[in-house]
Structure formats: C-alpha cells, structure tokens
C-alpha cells in the first residue's frame, strides 16, 4: 500500500478501520516530504515533531473508536493562517519570527478534529502575487513541470498537494489565491461563500474578499474538509451565522435537469485556445449528463479586474499597516527618529510587490483621488453582483476556466505586473461577489500540463457546486 | 484694549467622552483607568495580525443615548470607518471611527449665557476607539502602555455657535451635565474621560465670514478651556491687527505658560485615506430598540429646571445648581415633596448640602424626608437658620428624625418676647459702651449687643425678633 497515494476517503477508512495507524500515515508522509519537497518546495517549514505529538493522539482517539473524517489525517497550512505556537511567517521577512499567541478559527477545527500538521505552506508574500515566486524565502515549482510555477499565492498549499506531500492543504483565496494554483497543479480548490469560514486568524490581505478553502485531490476531499471549516464564528463579524449542513449529502445525486451558464467574456480575447478548447468540451460533458447549457453575458465584467487591484490594494494598504516595527516582528536596525523606524522597517521588510500593491492602495484612497478610484471599484462591485444574480436566477452555476493559460514558466511573467495582474480576471469576479466556485481539472494541453475549468455558484450554493464537480469527476 | 472689542470670537468644540462600559469596544478586555501598563490588552486591542474586531453593542447604545439626550437626529444605519495614521500608540495604523455616516446628527443643547438663553447646536456625534499612550522614560526611551488602546470613545462635535470663552464653559458644563445623567460616562476630567478640542477663529464684528481657525487639543478642565480661548482669541486679532494673517494649524495649550502654541501646520496634516472598515458590518437600528433606548434617558436638567421655577418658585440660576448634577436633583425632588418650603429647601441643598457632599464623592448623608423636616422647621420660625446649620451638620454625621433631634436637643427657636426682652435689657446694662456709641450714631454697635444676646439664647432666639426688641430698646434709651 503506498500510503501517500491515498485520497482522504480512502485513508480515513483505513485509520478508522485500523488498517494503518496516524503515526504510520504521518511517517509516510515526511518520508515523501523529505524525498521530493527540496525539488517542490512547497513548504516553508516542517513541523515534524509536533505532527507526531498529534498522530500519537489521534491514534488513541481512533483506538477507542471515536474521531470524524479528519482525525489522523496529515494536512499543510497556508503560511498566513495563524498557528499558535508555530511562526507565521506570511513568507514575509516582516514577520520572518513571528509566533502567534493564538490560532487560526481554522486552526482550532483542525485541532479539534485531530488532523495532523505537517507544517506551513509556501505562498506569495502576504498573498499577493499569482506564481509563489513573491515569497521571501523559496520558490515553488510546479510537480508537473518543476521548470514551470505552480500558480499563487497559495502555490505551495497546490504543489503540496500534486506532489502528495499532504492529504490536503488549507489555502486562502482573495482574488483566485486557491483557484489558480489548484488548475495549474491539476487539483481541486474551493473558495467558499464570503462569509463561511471565518478569517479570524487569517492574515488580512484584502478584508472584503479574503476567503480560507481546501486544496484537495478530488471534490469530495475538498468537500469533506469544508464540512470541517464552515460554520460561523462570533469573533468575525462578517462570518454567516446559519446551518451549513454536510457538503458532501447531495454530492452523488447527479447533474440532470440543472441549468448551467457560459458567460461570453470569460472565452474572449486572450485566453489560450487549448484551455478554451478543453473548458467547452468539459461544458459539452456536462451537457451529455443532462446538464442544460447556455451562453450568457455580464457586461460589467471588463471592469472586474481593475475594481479588484483597487478594492483589494486600498484594504492591503490599510491592513499592512500595522507592520511597523514597533511591537512585533521586523525592525529595521538603525534608524534616527520614529519616521525613519517606520521607514526603514517597511522599506526593508516588504519585498517588491507588496510594496507596490501598499503605493497603489495608499494612493487610491487619498484624498481627491478616492471618488475616481475607490468609489468606483464599489460601484463596479454593484454592477457585477447584479449581473451574476441575474444569471442564478436561470442557471444553477457558471462554467468557466480558472486562468487564460496554462501554468507558465518561472520567472516568464515576473518583470511585468500587468500581465501577471491579467492572468487574475476569470477569478476576481467571484471574490469581488462574494460566490462560491470550485476550481477542478478538466484536460491537459499537449505538454500534458493541467487545465482546470472553474464552476461558479450563487451565495452558498457549495453543495450544487460539489455535486456538479463530483459528477464531472465521476462521469 | 479698544481694538480687541472691534473682533467677535467663533468656537466650535469637539469633546471626546470615554465610555462607561466595562469592555473595550472590539475587545473584551476591561477598560479600568489606572491600571499596570499593558495588563490590560490583548491580541485584538493590540492590533496582531489575524486578529479582528467585533463591535460592542452597548458602546452604540451609550452614544445613541447622548444623541437622544441632545436632541439628535438618529441614524437607523450607520457604518464604521478606517481613519489611516502611524503613529506608535496606534497599533492596527488605522483608528476604527466613523467618517460620513455618525450615529447621531443635528442635534442641540440650551446654556445660560449673558443674553439669557441660549441654543448651540451639535453637529454630530460618532463612536470610535481610544489609541494607547506613549510613556517616556530616561533609561529606556519612548514605550507604549496599550490599556487604552480600544477604550470606546464618543466624539461630541458641535456647531460654530460659541461667542465667547464662557458661553464654551457653559457649554462643555452642560454637556458634561447631560452626559451624566444619561448615566453613559463617568466624565472624569482630571483622568482624560472627558476632554476637547477648540476650534477657535476670530472675525470683525458685523462681518459674516470667519477667519481662519486653529485647533487646540486635549483641553481638560474648565479653568483650560477658558484660559486657552482667551490667550488664543487674543493672539489671533493681535497678529491681525499688526498686519499678519491666521495659518490653519493644530495648537498645544501649555498649562504651565497659559500660553498657545503651534504643533502642526495644516500642510502636515495627515491625508487619513478614510475608508469603510471591511471588518464591521453597517449598524443597523430597529424603531423597537430606540424606543426602548428613549424610555431609559432620565428626565432630563433643562426640563427639571423648567419645573422646578414653575411648581416651586425658584430662580433659573438656582435651578441651574441643583439640576447639573441628577443626584441632587433627585434628592432635592424627593425632599422637596415633603416640605412646605421647597424655595427655602432650595437654599438650603445649594449652600449646605452640595458643598457637604462635594467631600464625599457626592454621596449625600440625610435622608431627603429629614431634610425636609429642616427646611419646615426653619420656614415655620420652629428654628432659626444657625440652628439649621447645627442640625444638618449634625445628621450628616449621625442621620436621624429632625423634628425629634430637635426636642431631644431643645433647639427650638425662642420667640416668647418676655424672655427675650429680659436678656436684651440684661445685655443692654452688661454694655454701657456699646449703648453710647449707639446713641452717637454708631448703628453697628447695636451688632455686638445683639450678638451677646443670641448668645445666651444658646443661638436658639429667633435673630428677626431680637432684632425688632433690641432696636425698640435702644431707640427708648436715646
């Protein structure tokens, strides 16, 4: 039995079944790590013997009969998810020593469940970026192609998961963070309905957007992991306070007779035509299990990208405020008066794009610039929710790709912003209206590299969404 | 000084309330004043990453109420802003306030000014978080105590309607009246619970334009306040009188000088980049719970006031006394209901009682029905008023029945004109010094002959009595 082949249905079974103990799955598990992850890097630090510390448990647990779905079961943490006790570091020199007194709300699930860390996940600094090359401390390739970028910001919580390192990996998504590097590494990614799990303990990058979501091996993985994660939480204020139920009740009922939409601007100008191709025959698929396939618009679309680098960069600029040197984490060494600390301390504990990102916010939100920039991004954020609102009322979920291309090669797209930015517009929308969408392999190209399609529902519509997907992996 | 009195002053104040609650406002922490540096914070007050805010929903309630009581206009939905500074007492950067949508707006409160009464209306009224504060210390330098860090503030901003240094008194006394019977903030001065910013411009008289303004900070007494206006009016139509103009800036009042002086240009003033706190859901008030928010304001000072010079006949300047603070209100109002003499038991509680229970926190040691029992003694000529003084000051000290204090003690007012008049002539053949200067003309020394007289009264003999007798006698010497 190769342990780490396992998906997490398969090895839940076998730990409740006594087959194979935590300890031997965690063993497995580091074994791997210590095989491939110095090729990978999907992690940003291991931690082995508290893992151990936590199998042990787990296995007592299950020798008594008892634990859930997760219980014993390895998992990574998205370096920007608080764990107490362990540096969260947000693959920032600012916060390179940072250990948080407290853990993540998700953390604390993960804890009660007894899942088994193995440790934090590499990712863009503070989450900004779209390849994990913005990480202070490693780069992350891709196991499909270790020449090529495994997507991010979460691309080590992606990797991880490709290159069966952990079970699955909890990530963040703020504008397709989980998404994108899920399709590029040929997993699956899910970005819950703004509200459902909650961000306490997840280092803010954009407030309005930020989302936690599994990064799993198939749709029911992922949704058993989101079984674990929702629910609402009295010390977030925008968490959603109802019965979320189990995502994976209605996960075999089948497609037939659902309605599913192609919005025209997510398959116009610049997408790569093997990921077109691959989308509209998955959509085809879904059409032969019954599913009603139409094509739609949403007009405001075009405007969806630069209200997200607005709406989120103006929240990052004011959320990374706080990192100044004064009570925790980076400061600069020598410096005259308080503004120089500031100065010194941001200037060198910030890489480049998120300095960059910081500028555009800071800007966006002076005074006299607020109404054309700020105020606009919220008005454009109107007018995209209504137009995906107008799409659910006809269709139970969108079909979509997760991004123009394929995974890219490192350091391809690094010297031009833009076009990096570009690659974000088939996921901003979601985050901008707060939806849940599902990212999941649908093809490869002729280098064999994963194409992911992406399934966008309406608020908390999860469990269409996991029953579409698992029907599209199931076919 | 002719040329100060061609200028009118134009204040505005922003007073910054504390709250009373007992948690901070995003936090659970406790909000005590005092306490050890940085015992009393916690990652979320402390701004750490991760960490978020979760509104205390008394703190909205408190700062509806001081709009209800203000006669504001009340926002059945608001929302909270990120106001953007660095500064080392700040931790999140960013104070959580509110911008363009305060809770309470278009309000107004009526003081007692030269001119009679008068309105000054209130702008606005919005919650926001307190910042920490920085310590300075020779061996270590510069650090910060966060215990304050995310106490729940009000900030009370008012209209341009203030004309002088003590209309800005009268004011800040009022609202610091009002505030306190609502019951929301102990408007501790001297512990910064209760403190404003002046925004003070000067303009000819006539003219209907104002001048530039500049803003004092961190005013925390009356005695400041009024200090800081007259030094900053003063200096302002001095520079323009000598040929200079007023720069919109930020001024420190320093106790010490009495003196203004400049601590930013208004070029270096922060651009705060407000913008709507992603964390915090928009406040959202029913009809019901205003209406159950309107039943727990007290009755209010200006409608007290009103009352008392309708039912009982006192002046406004007295009412104004008894009804700043509501414990003596109260006390007066259920005295006052057990006397025939309210007028007389309001003289009583404003030169006795509030001075007495100004050395006790305000705690006041008779019960209001023995004080009543004073004043009708005193009003019906059963005591004289030295002898209420000795009672009150008796039961303050051991609170029992006056009348029956009275008995037992045998204080009660001698009017029996025989008696009296034997002691008189007794004084008057004790005094032959004092009776010829009297008959000189020498009124005054009928004073000591009439002091001897009280004397052996043991103070119990009715004074306008003996008063009358000793005059006829002395006239009958003459």
């Not at chain 1, 997200?308 to 008066?337: H, K, M, P, Q, T």
């Not at chain 2, 007494?221 to 007259?230: C, D, V, W, Y």
Request: proline fraction near 4%; aromatic fraction near 8%.
């Amino acid at each position: 039995m190769n342990i780490t082949e396992l998906s997490l249905a398969e090895l839940s079974e076998k730990l409740h079944g006594k087959e194979l103990s935590s300890v031997e799955a965690t063993k497995a598990y580091f074994e791997k790590i210590n095989a491939v992850d110095g090729e990978i890097g999907a992690y940003i630090r291991l931690t082995e013997s508290v893992a151990l510390q936590q199998a042990e448990n787990a296995d007592k647990i299950l020798a008594e009969g008892k634990g859930t779905a997760l219980t014993g079961v390895p998992y990574g943490i998205k370096d920007n998810i608080c764990t107490k006790g362990s540096i969260t570091s947000c693959a920032s020199k600012m916060l390179e020593n940072f250990n948080p007194p407290y853990d993540a709300f998700v953390t604390t699930k993960m804890n009660a469940e007894n899942a088994v860390m193995l440790g934090k996940m590499n990712m863009d600094e503070f989450a900004m970026g779209s390849t994990t090359e913005n990480s202070a401390f490693k780069v992350t390739k891709n196991p499909y192609d270790i020449t090529r970028v495994p997507g991010g910001s979460s691309g080590g919580s992606a990797a991880a998961v490709a290159a069966k390192e952990a079970v699955f990996t909890l990530g963040s998504d703020t504008g397709g963070s989980i998404r994108q590097p899920a399709a590029f590494c040929g997993v699956v990614g899910l970005k819950p309905t703004y509200g459902t799990v909650s961000r306490n303990g997840l280092v803010a990058f954009a407030s309005s957007l930020d989302q936690i979501g599994p990064v799993a091996r198939n749709v029911e993985d992922a949704a058993v992991v989101l079984n674990s994660i929702a629910g609402h939480d009295s010390l977030d204020s925008t968490s959603v306070n109802r019965i979320y139920g189990d995502f994976t009740a209605e996960m075999k009922n089948g497609v037939k007779g659902m309605k599913a939409a192609l919005p025209k601007e997510y398959f116009g100008e610049g997408i790569n035509p093997e990921v077109r191709a691959a989308v509209i025959n998955a959509a085809n698929e879904f059409e032969k299990m019954g599913v009603e396939i139409q094509e739609v618009s949403i007009p405001a679309m075009e405007y969806a990208l630069p209200a997200y680098y607005v709406i989120s960069s103006c929240e990052a600029s004011s959320n990374l405020a706080r990192f100044d040197g004064v009570r925790y984490g980076y400061r600069a060494e020598n410096y005259a008066d308080m503004d120089e600390l500031y100065k010194k301390t941001r200037s060198e504990g910030f890489g480049k794009e998120v300095k960059r990102r910081i500028m555009l916010g800071s800007f966006a939100l002076s005074a006299g610039y607020y109404d054309a920039y700020y105020k606009k991004a919220l008005q454009v954020r109107t007018l995209i929710i209504n137009g995906f609102n107008s799409i659910f009322e006809n269709n139970d979920f969108i079909i979509s790709p997760v991004a123009p291309t394929v995974a890219y090669k490192i350091g391809e797209k690094t010297a031009s912003p833009v076009e990096m930015y570009l690659g974000d517009i088939y996921t901003v929308p979601v985050n901008i209206a707060g939806l849940p969408a599902i990212s999941m392999p649908c093809g490869a190209d002729k280098d064999g590299m994963p194409i992911g399609m992406q399934l966008i529902g309406k608020a908390f519509s999860e469990s269409t969404l996991i029953r579409a997907g698992w029907a599209f992996e199931n076919r | 000084m002719n040329m100060i009195n061609n200028y009118e002053m134009v204040i505005g104040l922003e007073v910054h309330c504390e709250l009373g609650t007992k948690t901070k406002i995003f936090c659970g922490c406790p909000t005590t004043f005092g306490a050890q540096p940085n015992t009393q914070c916690c990652p979320v007050c402390m701004g750490m990453p991760g960490t978020l805010p979760v509104l205390n929903e008394q703190v909205v309630e408190y700062a509806i109420k001081a709009g209800m009581a203000t006669n504001c206009t009340i926002a059945r939905c608001s929302k909270q802003d990120r106001k953007n500074y660095f500064y080392p007492d700040l931790p999140k950067a960013y104070q959580i306030s509110q911008y363009d949508l305060p809770l309470c707006e278009n309000g107004w409160l009526e003081i007692e000014s030269e001119n009679g009464t008068k309105k000054i209306g209130i702008t606005r009224i919005h919650i926001e978080e307190d910042a920490g504060k920085l310590i300075h210390n020779d061996r270590y330098g510069t650090m910060v105590d966060c215990n304050r860090c995310g106490v729940p503030l009000i900030e009370i901003v008012s209209e341009p309607d203030i004309r002088s240094a003590e209309e800005a008194v009268a004011y800040f006394k009022k609202l610091r009246s009002i505030i306190l019977y609502t019951g929301i903030s102990d408007c501790k001065m001297q512990e910064g619970s209760m403190r404003c910013d002046i925004n003070l411009s000067v303009r000819k008289k006539g003219t209907k334009e104002f001048g530039t303004r500049t803003e004092m900070k961190n005013l925390n007494s009356f005695t400041f306040i009024q200090k800081a206006i007259e030094y900053e009016y003063a200096r302002q139509v001095y520079e323009i009188e000598n040929g200079g103009v007023i720069v919109q800036e930020t001024m420190r009042f320093d106790q010490a000088s009495g003196k203004t002086f400049s601590m930013r240009k208004k070029e270096d003033a922060n651009d705060y980049r407000y913008f709507p706190d992603p964390d915090l859901a928009p406040i959202v008030m029913s009809e019901d719970k205003l209406n159950k928010l309107k039943d727990s304001i007290p009755t209010l000072p200006d409608e007290r006031k009103k009352a008392y010079i309708e039912n009982y006949g006192i002046t406004s300047y007295d009412a104004e006394l008894i009804t700043s603070e509501m414990s003596v209100a109260d006390y007066f109002e259920s005295a006052a209901k057990n006397t025939k003499y309210p007028k007389l038991l309001a003289n009583i509680v404003i030169s006795e009682i509030i001075k007495l229970a100004d050395g006790e926190n305000g705690a006041i040691a008779i019960e209001p029905l023995h004080l009543a029992q004073i004043a009708d003694m005193q009003g019906s000529g059963e005591i004289n008023s030295s002898v209420a003084k000795k009672v009150i000051k008796a039961l303050w000290d051991n609170d029992e029945d006056a009348c029956e204090y009275v008995k037992k003690n045998n204080l009660g007012q001698i009017n029996d004109e025989n008696v009296l008049n034997s002691l008189i002539n007794e004084a008057i053949e004790r005094n032959p010094k004092s009776v010829q200067d009297y008959k000189k003309g020498k009124v005054a020394a009928a004073k000591a002959i009439m002091g001897q007289v009280m004397g052996a009264t043991k103070g119990r003999g009715n004074p306008l009595l003996i008063e009358r007798l000793l005059n006829e006698a002395l006239e009958a010497l003459k």
